[in-house]
């Protein structure tokens, strides 16, 4: 690394500071709490100096100058608020606003809109301009980006982000003068990624969301922050919600506030694909099978029969014929409490999941190397980055994004091997294309092998270039690498310990948004929370006052195999399709009882005998685990009456099965309640009392459905998690390591790894009842790739 | 063939050759042509740089920076390549000097490419000719291909083992490419719009690398120097503005014409006897002494030296040395009105004051003119333009701040004239019909 | 001394008692009183039930920027936008009312909304006989609230092509 700079003395507004050199005056301002306001300006991308907002008057410098590109030198005196500052300032506000539409009232940014809080800080609001202002009519680029073009004042932001900050380049200028227009790349429409960064961008209302459009306004929702549902990589997404018929209604996700791992990005699934929640074909209640049709019921119906029928089984048949299914959608206190449902409640070691990646050999590699995980902040600051297999610009959009701006912005080295050609390697410093399937064989070339080159080189990559990357790979320290889910078993442990020495964190790419959290959590038929294996069961028996079932239980096909065989007789599934994933015969399940709680009317679910609705990602509070292991809380939002969250379901079927709930759920713990009334804050306010309370595992868990009392009992048991619950609570991300976990007989299953092959547009069940992710073109065109500019 | 004006007080220097038919090759070399550029290879660049800075040449361009010292900006070592410019893209209004030197000494600007090349040590030169001037491309490119053929240019160039390059490049029609920043990114092929400085083009310029980039005349002007020694070139002018340049005189004059006049020459002068005055005997009202971008100069402020610093003084600039003289029959908000559609259309829509401001002149006059002024107007115009004046990201902003900001302060009784829905006074007909369309 | 200044006292004030008697009533005569506000009398300032007004075309003037909402001290006004199209034409705007509801329960008439309002949509009428038995009728509607479509625009509002051509059909 670079010394750090040189620090440089300044003077702005009297005020003395220093700053280091090379910085933006903008910056060193901001720094010492001046605002210098700025349209065009915008951390992260190309300067611009078009909007002329941030005018500030420098000593010895005749005219003023724009801080935005004017870096600071030793002695500068600036002034930011002098009479000809202000004077410029509001001229050019003045000057905006004179071809700018005043139609504030209809207008979607209205009440969150950059030029609108500009007016009112330097004031213009009276127009000296009689004239007609220009106007062109509204266009739509795509189902979800609208540009209202006389509202747009060139900032060029929208162009900036789609060129550099995605590497798409599907916006540009057109024409010149007052005619200048932002044009999408396909004459009168977009083909992109939608991923929407023009429109959050946008400091007024000329990019408008298809999705949000006119619907409500900014004042009139609720806004909490929390983690996206869709892919592995933990995107922080403030969903914007209000009251409905049924409850809160979605109106919006963004993340403008730039909280979270992923400052403002979001993908077009983060930032569109919510709107599953409404879909129509949402199941709202309870449906029992009777005579093969689902007949609606109530809560009480339902779970008094599935806790019937549990304890049936339990007692005829004995533990060994029940399994569970969990998922890699639901919570980790949810995972949690699952598994130790099953293995406390059913007294069955008969749970699994739907693997995406080969965690328990990613958790043994680890350990076995003493080596570390990088989280989702470190693949932006790596020196350099390598990515076998995956292609993130699909299936991990903000690792691809952390990428592309690490190596736009830090110049980091980037090396890519993948069998396709896949958009990221514009980015890459090297990029060798294998077979495809030939990733483990690269593998066991890093490791030594040279043999193995020759059977790599049939795509293109020549002997010389493996030979080369590989060097250059030896050479790089503190190395993050990143692989998909095409390594599995003992090649991760060889690609581990061949980066380890070089001080490297790694990354493992599971699908879902807590595939990780579910094996983290012990989803396994073979392991326990935290991978740890029946041998070190004491710690686990002793925290929960109960014994685990001894016998290794059945994976989900061995599951499926004993349902056909009969001798499974009754099958838990949550929030799971198993029968699609890994294409599995559903007559099977017509003889055991199964449950399903899901959403969606799934390929599983229509085999249930009960189904039970439940609530998704943002409508319940817990925590997630992204791909990186990067820990994360969420926050409820939405709500739609009469679904419930999957914690509280599986808490009352065991209550109903005659289970002690204090056992499964430690709540009842903590200090006296304040319940809420002397504080008086009201929801969507930053509640600093609660936040206090929770951070000190005060706060009185006094309900046996809330999430936190497990997590507390997460972070007791399982090692790694052991983390700040402060940073939790307040909204940040915590890294968990892997490296307490000591165990080198974790087993692993590399043929139970299905990967979901999602793509940016598609997102297992969620992302088929998503209408606007169905509605984009790109969705039946993918695999076309932008030219970049 | 441009038709050709003489004076007997011309100093014919960079005019020397014109209706020689120097175009080519062969007659040029008959004029002395290609002897500068050998002599500063054995020079060698150090003492060409020299002879410039004694020259006290100042760019043609309009900002009138002295070239030798430019020069010397460059840095001698770069990683990157250097390059030389020739910004022939010469589109002011009232300006058209570069086209006379193109059609009659095209090899002169060639030449004095090269011995900027050999002053920066730079290895490739190129010539960007306006794209409206396509005649002249043609001539431009006939003019190259004979250097090449001669051997004067590419590999070891006169045998002295320098290698140079000389290049052609023809702009799409964009005034704002005449700005040197956006000239190399039109160059380098992408939307012709001003950059980010600094960093200065002698530092990170053309494809990032060190670039020296000099107006057709200037480069025009660099053989004579070295021929006839930069002392002996400065003499002619006045102090601190050496040599001649090329006035461009048109508008109400009898004789309107490019006359290569020594710097320093009386405008006055220039108006009454190298112009032969003003036409049809009326009087003069106003002159726009360098090209449209400069404030106008009143009939009563004309009797000044025309060089940098004295036209500075009087309040106005030099520019390119496009005078533009106004009778007493022309409405000053009408020239106001149709110098600022020129800008509105040119302006290359990067910055907000440039864009919104040209455009808001353009309406705030036509409606002005057609009789719809208030009274308020008249500060409105001259609000507007005093707030575009050096907050626009290049020059272009200014340019049509400045002449405006001239005309409102000189003229205001005009303006006022044009108020209370009354008629144009200079327009025989009634005012509205004149309204030109306004395109949103 | 003192009986004379009590009797003075009980006279004048009796004087006026009785003056009174002859002068006519100015008591309103609500609500037996004539015409269709049954005697009731209104100051012009009068805050009654509010308005929606519509322009001179007939459209809406609410173009659901839930102004009125944000500046309601009691949070009475509920609104639902949705976006005008061709076919469908509510408001002068790109945007509409969908559902514009004012619970009178809540209701202060206290006219931030109608100040708030940037297109004079929402105005106080005169209405206030707004007493119920049963509270669920105090949210008033959108449909209740707005004014009635002007005379000349008349039965021919041609804003709703849909509507219209609905109409076209049952006339044929």
């Known amino acids: 690394m670079a010394d750090a700079p040189k620090l440089v003395n300044i003077t702005v507004n009297g005020k003395k500071t220093t700053a280091p050199a090379g910085t933006l005056l903008i910056e060193a301002c901001k720094q010492i709490g001046i605002e210098v306001p700025s349209f065009c300006y915008y951390p992260g991308l190309s300067l611009q100096g078009a909007c002329r907002m941030c005018l500030v008057e420098i000593e010895k410098m005749p005219k003023l100058q724009t801080a935005c590109t004017t870096p600071v030198a030793e002695g500068m005196v600036v002034n930011t608020e002098s009479e000809k500052v202000v004077q410029s300032r509001k001229a050019m506000l003045e000057i905006v606003l004179a071809n700018h539409p005043l139609d504030c009232p209809v207008c979607d940014a209205g009440g969150e809109c950059e030029l609108q809080d500009m007016t009112y800080t330097y004031g213009a609001a009276e127009s000296k301009f009689i004239d007609i202002k220009s106007h062109r009519d509204e266009q739509q680029w795509s189902p979800v980006v609208f540009f209202d073009r006389p509202r747009c004042i060139l900032c060029y932001r929208c162009v900036r982000v789609c060129g550099e900050g995605m590497d798409v380049w599907a916006l540009g200028v057109q024409n010149r003068g007052q005619g200048s227009v932002i044009a999408p790349n396909k004459q009168d429409h977009l083909e992109c990624e939608e991923c929407g960064m023009c429109i959050d961008i946008c400091p007024v209302g000329a990019l408008t969301s298809g999705s949000y459009r006119y619907k409500t306004r900014p004042w009139e929702m609720n806004h909490v922050g929390t983690v996206c549902t869709h892919c592995g990589d933990g995107c922080l997404t403030t969903v914007g919600v209000r009251r409905s018929d049924t409850g809160m209604e979605i109106v919006r996700c963004d993340n403008r506030d730039k909280s979270g791992i992923n400052g403002d990005f979001l993908c077009v699934k983060g930032r569109y694909a919510f709107d599953f929640a409404a879909n129509q074909e949402r199941i709202t209640q309870p449906l029992i099978k009777r005579d093969g049709k689902f007949v609606p019921a109530t809560w009480t119906q339902a779970i008094e029969l599935v806790a019937d029928k549990f304890k049936q089984v339990v007692q005829k048949d004995g533990p060994q014929a029940i399994g569970v299914i969990g998922s890699n959608r639901t919570t980790n206190e949810e995972n949690y409490l699952l598994q130790k449902f099953a293995r406390l409640v059913l007294g069955t070691n008969n749970i699994d999941h739907h693997r995406t990646a080969d965690f328990p050999a990613f958790a043994k590699a680890i350990s076995e190397n003493k080596a570390r995980t990088a989280s989702m902040r470190d693949v932006f600051e790596a020196p350099a980055v390598l990515l076998i297999g995956n292609d993130p610009t699909e299936q991990h959009p903000l690792l691809a994004w952390q990428i592309r701006n690490n190596v736009r912005l830090h110049r980091s080295k980037f090396y890519i091997v993948n069998s396709q050609a896949i958009k990221l390697r514009r980015q890459a410093t090297q990029f060798v294309q294998i077979p495809t399937g030939a990733e483990a064989r690269f593998v066991d070339f890093l490791s030594g092998n040279d043999a193995a080159a020759g059977t790599l080189t049939q795509a293109g990559a020549s002997n010389e270039n493996l030979s080369q990357l590989r060097d250059a790979l030896k050479g790089e320290q503190n190395l993050v690498v990143i692989f998909g889910s095409e390594l599995r078993g003992a090649d991760i442990s060889a690609l581990v310990k061949f980066a380890a020495p070089q001080n490297a964190k790694f990354i493992c790419l599971g699908d879902y948004a807590n595939s990780r959290g579910a094996a983290d959590m012990g989803l396994f038929p073979d392991l326990l929370p935290g991978y740890a294996t029946f041998a070190g069961a004491a710690r686990y028996q002793q925290e929960w006052g109960a014994d685990v079932p001894a016998l290794v239980g059945m994976d989900l096909k061995q599951m499926f195999g004993a349902a056909r065989d009969g001798k499974l007789k009754a099958l838990y599934v949550v929030g799971s399709n198993p029968v699609s994933r890994y294409a599995l015969d559903p007559f099977v399940l017509q003889a055991p009882f199964v449950v399903v709680q899901d959403m969606f009317m799934t390929e599983t679910a229509i085999a249930a005998d009960v189904i039970l609705p439940a609530a998704f990602a943002y409508e319940k509070s817990g925590t997630f685990t992204s791909t990186c292991g990067d820990l994360q809380m969420l926050r409820k939002a939405g709500d739609v009456v009469s679904v419930k969250s999957d914690f509280e379901i599986v808490v009352r079927i065991a209550e109903k099965m005659g289970y002690d709930v204090r056992k499964l759920v430690p709540f009842g713990k903590g200090l006296r309640a304040d319940m809420g009334q002397s504080r008086g804050a009201q929801s969507g306010e930053a509640d600093r009392h609660s936040v206090w309370l929770q951070a000190r595992g005060l706060e009185p868990k006094v309900s046996p459905f809330d999430p936190l009392a497990t997590l507390d009992e997460i972070q007791r048991l399982i090692p790694g998690y052991d983390v700040s619950q402060i940073n939790l609570v307040s909204g940040n991300d915590e890294h968990t390591q892997l490296v307490q976990i000591q165990n080198a007989s974790i087993p692993s299953h590399p043929e139970l790894v299905v990967p979901s092959n999602d793509t940016l547009f598609t997102s297992g069940t969620l992302g088929r009842y998503s209408t606007v992710l169905n509605s984009v073109m790109e969705r039946r065109a993918t695999g076309k790739e932008v030219a970049a500019d | ?440 | 001394m003192g009986f004379l200044k009590n009797v003075s006292a009980i006279a004048k004030g009796m004087s006026i008692t009785f003056g009174e008697m002859f002068k006519p009533t100015i008591v309103e005569n609500y609500p037996d009183g004539p015409g269709p506000l049954r005697g009731a009398v209104f100051q012009e300032r009068f805050r009654g039930m509010h308005v929606l007004q519509r322009d001179e075309n007939g459209l809406e003037k609410c173009v659901a920027c839930f102004l009125c909402a944000a500046a309601c001290p009691s949070n009475c006004i509920y609104i639902e936008a949705a976006e005008n199209t061709e076919e469908n034409r509510i408001s002068g705007a790109e945007r509409y009312a969908k559902v514009y509801n004012i619970d009178y329960n809540r209701c202060i008439f206290c006219g931030y909304c109608v100040e708030a309002c940037p297109t004079d949509a929402i105005t106080h009428g005169h209405g206030f006989e707004l007493a119920t038995l049963n509270a669920t009728n105090l949210v008033y509607r959108k449909e209740q609230l707005l004014a009635g479509v002007p005379a000349h625009v008349g039965q021919n509002v041609v804003f709703n092509i849909t509507e219209a051509a609905k109409q076209k059909m049952i006339t044929k």
């Open chain 2, 1 to 440: 063939m441009a038709y050709l004006v003489s004076h007997p007080d011309e100093v014919k220097v960079i005019s020397s050759r014109f209706g020689k038919g120097a175009a080519d090759i062969d007659r040029y070399l008959e004029l002395d042509g290609y002897k500068a550029v050998q002599m500063a290879l054995q020079m060698g660049s150090e003492a060409v740089i020299n002879e410039v800075k004694a020259s006290n040449l100042r760019g043609r361009g309009g900002a009138g920076f002295p070239t030798g010292m430019k020069w010397s900006f460059v840095p001698k070592e770069s990683a990157k390549p250097k390059y030389v410019l020739c910004n022939g893209d010469e589109s002011e209004p009232g300006t058209c000097k570069d086209r006379l030197i193109f059609e009659h000494d095209p090899h002169a600007v060639i030449e004095g490419a090269m011995i900027a090349a050999i002053a920066v040590n730079a290895h490739k030169a190129y010539i960007y000719i306006r794209g409206e001037y396509r005649y002249l491309l043609e001539i431009m490119q006939k003019s190259i291909a004979d250097v090449y053929a001669r051997g004067f240019a590419g590999k070891n160039i006169f045998g002295s083992g320098y290698d140079l390059d000389v290049y052609w490049h023809g702009g799409a029609g964009a005034y704002e490419v005449g700005e040197e920043s956006a000239l190399m990114e039109s160059l380098e092929g992408k939307r012709g719009v001003p950059r980010i400085r600094p960093p200065f083009p002698a530092v990170v310029g053309l494809w990032g690398g060190p670039t020296v980039i000099n107006n057709a005349e200037t480069l025009a002007s660099v053989p004579h120097i070295i021929m006839m020694g930069g002392q002996k070139y400065a003499d002619i002018g006045t102090p601190k503005n050496g040599g001649t340049r090329l006035f461009c005189l048109s508008g109400h004059l009898e004789k309107p014409g490019v006359y290569e006049l020594p710097m320093g020459y009386n405008l006055k002068k220039m108006i009454y006897e190298v112009g032969g005055g003003i036409s049809n005997g009326r009087k003069l009202k106003a002159v726009v002494p360098g090209g449209s971008s400069t404030p106008v100069l009143t009939a009563d402020e004309i009797d000044i030296a025309m060089d940098f610093d004295s036209v500075a003084k009087a309040g106005s600039m030099l520019g390119s040395g496009g005078v533009v003289v106004i009778d007493d029959a022309t409405c000053i908000v009408k020239f106001a009105l149709r110098t600022m559609q020129f800008y509105r259309h040119e302006s290359c829509g990067w910055c907000i004051p440039c864009r919104e401001g040209t455009d808001w002149l353009n309406k705030t006059l036509t409606r002005f003119h057609a009789g719809g002024g208030l009274a308020k107007d008249i500060d409105n115009i001259r609000y507007l333009a005093e707030n575009m004046l050096g907050r626009t990201f290049c020059p272009l902003g200014d340019a049509a701040a400045m002449p405006t900001i001239g005309f409102v302060k000189k003229f205001r009784e005009e303006f006022e004239a044009h108020l209370e829905g009354k008629p144009c006074p200079f327009e025989k007909h009634g005012a509205i019909s004149q309204l030109p369309v306004m395109s949103h």
